[in-house]
């Protein structure tokens, strides 16, 4: 597939597998211009924040840590040296995004792997600590990508996923939506010439439950919320839980 290329949002994230093949399509397209888009589009906060997410982990010896969706590995990498006696997986759906990853590791406590968020090869309550930079929102399944969340942590583990945020509010919803469909779409067209490239972050989070709603899923399978944080008037949120229900597994 060329850099330039023609795919259309439609109804593509309407279902979960024709979701799945759209985000390896599009996510394979971007991603050598993937890290520039996140630095530029975001007025160059997106590391900041991704710093935040990362001190936001606890202080732990030699977890294994699983990063979802990672993308060119910025937090996976950034997993491996906040806990060098530990693991970091990066994990992700796009080939080329996890061979740009690899080419920039040069960490042994690394591996990335190709997978997706809502099937985990990992045994059940195995890992300590996920991540997920951008991830939630484009799972395929959220409820089944939240259940194999809950499924692989151990009792106590703590997952941290920064993420556009969608508030309660219709109004406020619209008025996100259609900056972020600009913003995206306009960095769609210069970047890509397709405006819907990027335009697909306000379609996903459009599908995606708001805040409220996200957190009760996630209190549904048993987590505690333990930090929050908005970042650009409430476009981007860290958020941070533990998992607290050991004993229904």
Known sequence: MTRRFTLRIGEHLERPESKRDYNQKVFSAIAPRYGFFTWAASFLQDASWKRDLIAALPSWECPLALDLACGTGDITLMLAGRYPRGLAIGLDIAFPMLDLARRRNSRPNVRFVAGDMDRLALAAGSVEIITGGYALRNAPDLGRALDEISRVLKPGGVAAFLDFSKPAGRLAQAVEYWTLKFWGGLW??????????????????????DRVRLRSLFRERGFEVVHSRLYFLGLTELLVVRYTAGSRR
């Open 188 to 209: 769609g067209w210069l970047l890509h010439r397709n405006p819907d490239v990027h335009g697909y972050i306000a379609e996903s989070l459009k599908r995606h439950p």
